[in-house]
């Protein structure tokens, strides 16, 4: 199958940690890579955001990379690209009408807008994965919230007329019946874990000064819930806290919300418990995970959250925040422990229950492995993924005779112009 996946801000080949470099451009990295070794036929579109990136490139794992023309040739924050949508969207038709996918699998919504209007244009299905959704982000951020006042009409419009929604966690299908989306066409597809990259086996980091260690990984933004776990510490005395994410350690000191983090233990009196990393880089991370008494992940929602998958692959119990997608992942008293967000007294409470009981670690940690090497690999999700492909009308062109590829479009039409011109 020829598959074609539109990723407007997240980048697959981008160094993860930054503000707008996280979960999804992992997401869209290894399920191309699961793709590519299915036989698949996968390009990834982007925007160009370096001058000195080239025009199409072809990765070690199978899949190619288009950086798309639109816009400024430089990092631009997600909320500030719907203005460039329109020129996104134009050069996918150009390269669609001169040679057409199967299908089109758009990540984000943004990139929902941009792929409809060009798919449609050359009857191709489009399946929609949102990765997060405005209502919820406007519910959690309130005025703090950043994204374009269209939003949240334009994530409506976009689950009306694509061919198949893959939601990634049961939470977001609720979300998404709520917003008028027909559940019929709703398939719930998790991201996934590299666990042959993230295994119990193996060195850990070195140790610290404390007899316990916590890890918290993800982009140094406040839904992250960092500042939940640094209270927490008030009440655990004997653990240290190490959160990983952000820039590097040489730009850390500039990172406004880095300082936040600083400034707010020291308040709470655990400045000395509290070690921020920056930026990890994925080799690095398994031995981190490994090192840690428990994972925790306490955003005030999120979305999905791969954090727990590759803590639980590396055989470590993780304490969570009972919202998004970690409701799904983490077994509440079987990998981990689920606490309401926002609640440092709660997190203390379990991560206290945990870290003096070596055995329920030890078991939580062998129930996270089981459970992540059952249904979270990034084979299984590309299987699943295929088969929501299949579901939306795509037909392996590959496969069939030349006469037969016009059965391959969808047939459902209605988005043919994207708001926001150049």
Known sequence: MRIALV??????????????????????????KALSRKGHDV????????????????TAFGYRVVHVPAGPARQVPKDDLLPHMGRFARYLRVRWEADPPDVVHAHFWMSGLAALSAARAVGVPVVQTFHALGVVKKRYQGMDDTSPAQRIGTEKMIGREADRIAATCTDEVFELVRMGVPRARISVVPCGVDADQFVPEGDPAPPGKYPHRLVSVGRLV???????????????????????????????????????LRAFAESMGVADQVQLLGQVSREEMPALLRSADAVVCAPWYEPFGIVPLEAMACGVPVVASAVGG??????????????????????????????????????????????????????????????????????????????????????????SRVSGGE
């Not at 390009?43 to 072809?58: C, G, I, N, S």
């Not at 640094?230 to 850390?252: H, Y």
């Not at 689920?338 to 206290?352: I, M, Q, Y």
Request: charged residues 25%; glycine residues 10%; neutral net charge.
């Open 7 to 32: 990723s407007e801000h997240a980048n697959p080949l981008a160094a993860l940690g930054g503000v707008d470099a996280g979960g999804q451009n992992l997401h869209v990295a290894e399920l191309s």
């Open 43 to 58: 390009t990834v579109y982007t925007r160009r955001d370096d001058r000195d990136q080239p025009e199409e490139l072809a």
């Open 222 to 260: 406040p839904r992250k819930g960092f500042a939940t776990a640094i209270a927490a510490l008030r009440a655990l005395p004997d653990t240290e806290l190490v959160i990983a994410g952000g820039p590097s350690m040489r730009r850390l000191a500039h990172d406004e919300h880095a300082r936040y």
């Open 326 to 415: 970690l409701s799904d992942t983490v077994v509440d008293g079987v990998t981990g422990k689920l606490v309401p967000p926002r609640k440092p007294r709660a997190l203390a409470g379990a991560l206290h229950a945990l870290l003096t009981h070596r055995t329920m670690r030890e078991q939580f940690g062998a129930a996270g492995r089981d459970r992540v090497c059952a249904r979270y690999s990034w084979d299984r999700v590309a299987a699943e993924t295929v088969r929501v492909y299949e579901r939306a009308g795509a037909i392996d062109t590959t496969a069939v005779t030349a006469g037969g590829l016009a059965s391959g479009a969808s047939g459902v039409s209605g988005v």
